[in-house]
């Protein structure tokens, strides 16, 4: 399992940071965000990204893909997470097109990813119903009534989901509240009559939503997979999209130690720079060697999502020692950027605030560090 970029990953990460640095900076997220865009994502750029093949770089050429794997997306998502883009990579491609491939049938395959894949259709996927992550707690119902479904519950953040063409709902269809058993996800229009979809603005400016379903008809050809058997399909793919988001994580983290080790070369105090000072060195050190930690669990993590000898508990053990870290350490190096500018890293004017809060949402997003720690007990047995 190699560690490293090969060079085809590394012509990808260059050109997709070139891409980012020009097109996506952090002075569009502050744009977006004052502007309370609708969309809450540029769709030109989006656009530029789709024409990049990012949007299908996972996913097979007979849908329009480029099969470039994990490894490829992954390299992209660590790029954006550097410049904090706004897409919906993360809603649409890592969780929507991944769940349509692994549990949708030949037909809605053929339907469904060519238009994800040229940019055409945004999708996003309804699962958590409570403020902390918690896949298998799913109280909404699905009830059979001949050839149709009767949805009812609730859902909340749902990345991108007021912007979403077609929702993935995940429902409950058999068992109780917290089994594995009996769940079934259903494609949904996002305007289907009874089907409430409120926007909510993240603290990281970022796209969600909250959603009511009462007595939402969905027809039981626009069911993915077999009713009540969506459940290791859908851990899959909520593990690819961990790791996705840890390799953005991780362009974030590696972004904001940069600023800080350059405002430490420039700030001066009483005619010194504080770089030069112990302490913050010392601190410097710590941050630098978390990072390099970070870099080996995600590649180690990405390289699992492509090796298909590889079995299903070994990856998600990897995805969740993945995730539990970046979130620690995103943690660490958040508060470090704020705390080594001092007052101005405290001011909006100055971008090392929007590092912590895309942090604060992205630890918690998918499971926080301690909710994957357990998750990697269990798989281990401990």
Not at 85 to 95: D, E, G, K
Not at 156 to 179: C, E, F, N, Q, Y
Request: proline share 2%.
């Amino acid at each position: 399992m190699s560690l490293v970029l090969n060079e085809d990953q590394q012509m990808l990460q260059q050109a997709a940071r070139n891409f980012c640095q020009k097109h996506t900076p952090i002075s569009q997220l502050r744009q977006l965000r004052d502007s309370r865009d609708e969309h809450g994502f540029d769709r030109q750029a989006y656009q530029q990204m789709v024409e990049l093949g990012w949007t299908g770089m996972s996913l097979p050429e007979a849908y329009g893909g480029f099969e470039f794997g994990h490894s490829g997306l992954a390299v992209v998502l660590e790029e954006t997470g550097r410049t904090l883009t706004c897409s919906p990579l993360i809603a649409s491609v890592l969780l929507g097109g991944n769940l349509i491939y692994a549990l949708g049938n030949e037909a809605q395959k053929q339907a469904l990813l060519p238009g994800l894949i040229a940019g055409d259709l945004l999708l996003a996927l309804a699962i958590d119903e409570t403020p902390f992550h918690n896949p298998t707690r799913i109280q909404t119902r699905a009830e059979r009534q001949g050839d149709h479904y009767l949805l009812n519950g609730r859902k909340t953040l749902v990345l991108d989901g007021h912007v979403a063409d077609k929702l993935l709902i995940v429902a409950r269809s058999s068992g109780s509240d917290d089994s594995v058993e009996g769940l079934s996800v259903f494609l949904l229009d996002r305007n289907s009559p009874g089907l409430e979809v409120t926007r909510q603005w993240m603290v990281d400016s970022r796209n969600s939503a909250s959603m009511v379903l009462d007595d939402v008809k969905v027809s039981a050809e626009d069911l993915l997979g077999s009713e009540g058997q969506a459940w290791q399909s859908l851990e899959q793919v909520l593990d690819i999209a961990r790791v996705g988001l840890a390799a953005e994580m991780l362009g974030s983290i590696q972004e904001s130690f940069a600023r800080i080790v350059d405002y430490l070369n420039q700030r001066q105090q009483f005619g010194v720079l504080i770089g030069s000072f112990q302490g913050l060195q010392h601190r410097a050190a710590v941050m630098y060697s978390e990072i390099e930690l970070c870099t080996s669990i995600v590649r180690a993590a990405v390289a699992a999502l492509d090796n298909r000898e590889l079995a299903a508990q070994q990856v998600a053990a990897l995805a969740s020692a993945a995730k539990a870290k970046l979130s620690e350490v995103a943690e660490l190096v958040s508060n470090e950027g704020v705390q080594m500018h001092g007052g101005i890293g405290m001011t909006d004017e100055f971008d090392i605030g929007f590092f912590i809060k895309r942090a604060r949402v992205a630890q918690q997003f998918l499971g926080d560090a301690a909710f994957h720690r357990d998750r990697y007990a269990s798989l281990n047995n401990f």
